[in-house]
């Protein structure tokens, strides 16, 4: 079975240091890997996705992530932290190919950015 | 495009009623799930379909039942509605070959 472990449900930067919110993942077949993000009473948006391309992934707003299978890992990196940054983070796993459609998400990480 | 639309966006109901939570979606995307967030937990699956006439468990079914009579729409019904469902919803979907899932805005859900 697949399964997400977010570690760090509380992550605060400050304004302009290095944000790094860590995902590890658990799939019997290759995975398909996405970080999502939500603003506070909002739906989820979609930040970036791997799908066996490219092991480094850019996504939107300065975001990109790293799949590392040695590691199974898929950790969100952004160089410089923005006050808007501040939101939920969601990291999920999907099956490369899978006719089951499902994703599953981690726990998340709440990101704080202070000034 | 609306994008996938969910309603209604609040709503409280009393231990024991049933009521349906509508989601709609206007790309022609096959695939359609419900989730439900709950703090400390993330999103989990409760049911999901993979094109119209198809929906198979999550893993949070109990309590919820789904059809898919068209490629729009994915209903979500709670049968007898019990504190514990108390939830925020989400309704998303996807088109084949793109693992990227579009999400509605939620529906929050109260049940005293």
């Known amino acids: 079975a697949q399964s997400v472990t977010q570690l760090g449900s509380h992550v605060s930067v400050s304004e302009g240091a290095l944000v790094l919110l860590r995902c590890n993942y658990s799939s019997s077949v290759p995975p398909y890997l996405f970080w999502y993000v939500q603003y506070p009473n909002q739906g989820l948006q979609l930040l970036l996705k791997y799908t066996s391309a490219a092991t480094l992934v850019k996504g939107i707003n300065g975001f990109e992530a790293e799949f590392k299978k040695s590691e199974t890992s898929f950790h969100l990196t952004k160089p410089s932290a923005h006050m808007s940054d501040a939101a939920e983070y969601f990291c999920a796993v999907s099956e490369h190919g899978g006719a089951t459609n499902k994703l599953i998400f981690g726990t998340g990480t709440l990101l704080a950015v202070q000034p | 495009n609306a994008g996938v639309t969910q309603t209604p966006k609040f709503q409280v109901l009393k231990t024991g009623q049933s009521m349906t939570l509508q989601c709609a979606q206007d790309?022609?995307?096959?695939?359609m799930s419900w989730y439900r967030q709950d703090p400390g937990m993330g999103l989990r699956l409760i049911h999901y379909?993979?094109?119209?006439?198809?929906?198979d468990q999550g893993e949070v079914p109990n309590g919820y039942n789904v059809s898919r009579s068209t490629t729009e729409d994915f209903p979500l019904r709670l049968l007898s509605a019990a504190p514990s469902q108390t939830s925020v919803y989400f309704c998303?979907?996807?088109?084949?070959?793109?693992?990227?899932?579009?999400f509605g805005s939620g529906t929050r859900l109260t049940v005293v």
């Open positions: 790309m022609n995307h096959e695939y």
């Open positions: 379909s993979v094109g119209a006439g198809i929906t």
């Open positions: 998303a979907s996807r088109q084949d070959g793109n693992y990227g899932y579009t």
